[in-house]
């Protein structure tokens, strides 16, 4: 009998499994004892870290996109481009928008990223930019470069985010990006985060608000959004208070994926799974990885990639009749911008915490290096 695997999602997560699968299982899948699916709604794959450069006009989103029939090997693995409406995990069926059959699985991967949900705070869509997502990076671009003075605000508008760093990157490189241009001296720069600290790991708390001092950084803690009013540019806050602004970048509150909560395999939409087999705690044979996955680390495409490689082992093991013994560590890192040429690193696994390196222009040419050659590490290249 032929083992279906399917994967739900070709984003980073997604397609490193998809290769890693294809890459262990040749044998198998070429004698039909294993099939690999990966279905995504879009053909395309989109880089995300891309955005942060692409709102300071370093990189265009053409960059940032490559098609998945170019990432994955074909020749071993089925892609559908089609978008996936349901799960039954009694019956071990999916339900998708365009193919009324479906799919029918025999151990499913769940890794559908995170969503944005700018909805859930009044007038944030209207009022404020944002660079988590294609368009809004190319509209706040425009709206950076036509910007000489005024009051920059980066809100952080609740937690889990993807990528924790990348709000701090934003006004580090603002800062840098400004006093390039001569004009730091008329734009004030405020970084708000919702806890009583400028992250969520305390050591790259006190690294960011050393520098945000340093470089004349507002840093405003306990900041929960809960209004913005685009006219008047005020921010209100669950607090009481209130922040003016001049330009409002939002990272928008995120959600999992309906598909989720309605398939009863976890609350907000992110899958709850053991943090060391990433297998779903609610249904046999189902696993999260990436963003989707509700898991005590950060949302980022290291731990995507990673938590791939886990359940990838995990998975030969399982169609071979074996006992899988690979478990994930929660293993992330992370290369954080602290200005335009510069940037620091860390590493760390569940409960660890990290050493904040010295920035140094070594670790910014690395981080870009990395960014260039992702398209290698999503192919299973490198
Ligand atoms: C601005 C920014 C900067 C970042 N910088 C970094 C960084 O420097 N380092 C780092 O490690 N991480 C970074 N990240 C985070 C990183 O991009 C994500 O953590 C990573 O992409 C998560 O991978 P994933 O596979 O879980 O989901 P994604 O890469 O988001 O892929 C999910 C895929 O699933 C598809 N999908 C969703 N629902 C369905 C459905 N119902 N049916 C079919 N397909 C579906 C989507 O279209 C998408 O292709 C950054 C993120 C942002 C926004």
Not at 95 to 115: E, F, I, R
Not at 231 to 247: F, N, P, S, W
Request: overall charge negative.
């Amino acid at each position: 009998m032929t083992e279906r695997i399917v994967i739900v999602g070709g984003g980073t997560g997604g397609t490193v499994l998809t290769n890693r699968l294809t890459d262990e299982l040749a044998t198998e899948i070429e004698a039909g004892d294993v099939e690999v699916t990966l279905v995504n709604d879009t053909p395309e794959q989109t880089y995300k870290p891309a955005f942060l450069y692409v709102a300071f006009g370093k990189k265009t989103m053409h960059e940032a996109r490559r098609p998945l029939a170019d990432l994955v090997d074909l020749r071993h693995a089925t892609l559908v481009v089609d978008r996936v409406t349901g799960i039954d995990t009694e019956n071990k069926h999916l339900t998708l928008a365009k193919d009324d059959g479906g799919l029918d699985y025999d151990h499913l991967v769940l890794a559908m990223g995170a969503n944005l949900a700018p909805d859930e705070v009044p007038g944030l869509k209207e009022g404020g930019h944002h660079f988590y997502g294609p368009n809004g990076a190319e509209k706040l671009r425009d709206a950076l470069a036509g910007f000489t003075e005024g009051h920059i605000v980066l809100s952080v508008i609740g937690v889990p985010h993807m990528c924790p760093a990348a709000p701090v990157e934003f006004v580090l490189m603002a800062d840098a990006w400004f006093r390039e241009r001569g004009l730091r001296d008329q734009v004030e720069i405020t970084y708000t985060y919702p806890i009583m600290r400028a992250h969520g790991i305390k050591s790259i708390a006190e690294w960011a608000t050393e520098l945000f001092e340093e470089r004349d950084i507002n840093l405003e803690t306990f900041f929960n959004a809960e209004e913005v009013d685009p006219d008047a540019k005020v921010i209100t806050t669950m607090e009481g208070t209130e922040l003016d602004y001049d330009l409002l970048v939002a990272i928008p509150p995120h959600t999992g994926s309906d598909l989720v909560t309605d398939a009863g395999l976890g609350d907000d939409g992110w899958v709850e799974v053991d943090k060391n087999t990433l297998e779903a705690k609610n249904a046999d044979d189902v696993y999260a990885i990436g963003d989707v996955a509700e898991l005590p680390t950060s949302k980022a495409g290291s731990v995507a990639h990673y938590a791939a490689g886990t359940v990838a082992d995990r998975l030969a093991s399982r169609v071979r009749g074996l006992v899988p013994t690979e478990t994930f560590d929660g293993k992330t890192i992370c290369f954080i911008e602290s200005g335009m040429d510069e940037a620091t690193f860390v590493e760390f696994s569940y409960g660890d915490e990290p050493v904040v390196r010295e920035p140094s222009q070594l670790l910014h040419w690395s981080k870009l290096a990395y960014n260039e050659s992702y398209w290698l590490t999503a192919r299973g290249l490198i």
